[in-house]
């Protein structure tokens, strides 16, 4: 897989937490793979909102894994009967944010719109994972546009996003997640750093890179 | 004879048996683990070396770890990824700390197989109320005219490969 490629990252706003990312040639194509992983990385039987841009491939993929044959009652007129069609379950939510440009490719408008399941409008972003794209773009040179440092190999652009990934949710503190600490005398003073993952409890304290990559890992397969 | 000072305590419940063969494999704590003396790298450093009581599997403190069967000093690894993490390219950083290109690109890929076993780990049965996800366009290529020259070098009649007697 050579030339242009994609990489597709789901997100958890609250957190800011990486979950998975997935790589391909298309967008269209990792969007499957992506709902995939990200759904086995989730709690049981959690339905979160899931956010995403005008692409429909999204929307496809969560129905294509959550979905019931709707079947419709005979009418009793003549004529061939409705016939049955497959429909998301209504525990899945998805929203999409579509912007609309116009010939000369500038955004004249955003439509926010529930594709799936009842979606508060104002719920509906995609402003935390675009800003994530920027930091991705910012601090991996193969991700910088407009260089010559790009991925030359399709392993070590997935080695880098593979350290890229635990190091930002274990190792850098994400200013966004900071909350208010007291001092002896209930004065809110400092500010507590945190990571991604210490915001959703995975863990208790910031790693360094070298804990994350001395710790000893025994997964039975 | 008596002991010539103290003698030096370590912690032996953090270190678990690596063989997946064993039974207690991964199982930290289980009293199977022995010290088994220490081995001296290249360097001078030392590290300890220990024994599954089970399986009679010998192991080393680094082994689990990136840093196993590595020459080079820990310190240096940590910074190249630091650097990787940072925003400076695979050829920057073999620059500044003068290694090899594939010496870095090695320590990379030992740190995303770690990484991607922490990941595995770590990242399950999350909670979470709402997802974002999109997509970035990136692009892989090799260099195109060394694939060109390799090409080139295939075809019969280019003198590739060069004869034997030459150089």
Sequence with gaps: ?221 | MALKGRRPQYNLEHEACPNEQCSLYGKGGKGNIVSNGTITTLHGGKRRKFLCKVCRHSFCSRSGTIFYDLRTSEEKVILALKLLVKGMPLRGVAEVLEVKLDTVRHWLRLAAAQSKKVNELLLKELKVSQIEMDALWTFVKKNALRERATLWREKPGSGFPLPKNIG
């Design chain 1, 1 to 221: 897989m050579e030339g242009e490629t994609w990489i597709g990252i789901s997100f958890a706003k609250e957190y800011r937490l990486m979950i998975a990312f997935m790589i391909d040639s298309t967008e269209s194509s990792l969007c499957e793979p992506l709902v995939a992983e990200t759904e086995g990385r989730l709690a049981q039987g959690s339905w979160p909102v899931w956010v995403s841009d005008g692409m429909d491939s999204y929307g496809d993929a969560l129905k294509k894994r959550h979905c019931i044959l709707k079947t419709y009652p005979r009418t009793g007129r003549r004529g061939r009967p409705r016939r049955p069609k497959l429909v998301a379950c209504p525990e899945v939510r998805y929203g999409q944010v579509v912007k609309q440009r116009d010939e000369r490719h500038r955004i004249i408008a955003v439509v926010k719109q529930s594709v799936y399941g009842e979606v508060p409008l104002k719920t509906i972003s995609t402003v935390y994972i675009e800003r994530h794209n920027l930091t991705l773009r910012h601090e991996n040179r193969r991700l910088t546009r407009k260089t010559i440092a790009f991925s030359k190999r399709n392993e070590g652009l997935r080695s880098q996003m593979t350290m890229y990934q635990s190091y930002y949710n274990l190792v850098r503190a994400h200013r966004g997640l900071k909350v208010r600490i007291s001092d002896q005398h209930n004065r809110l003073r400092a500010w507590q750093y945190r990571t991604p993952a210490v915001a959703a409890g995975i863990t208790d304290h910031i790693w360094s890179l070298k804990e994350l990559m001395t710790t000893k890992i025994y997964i039975n397969h």
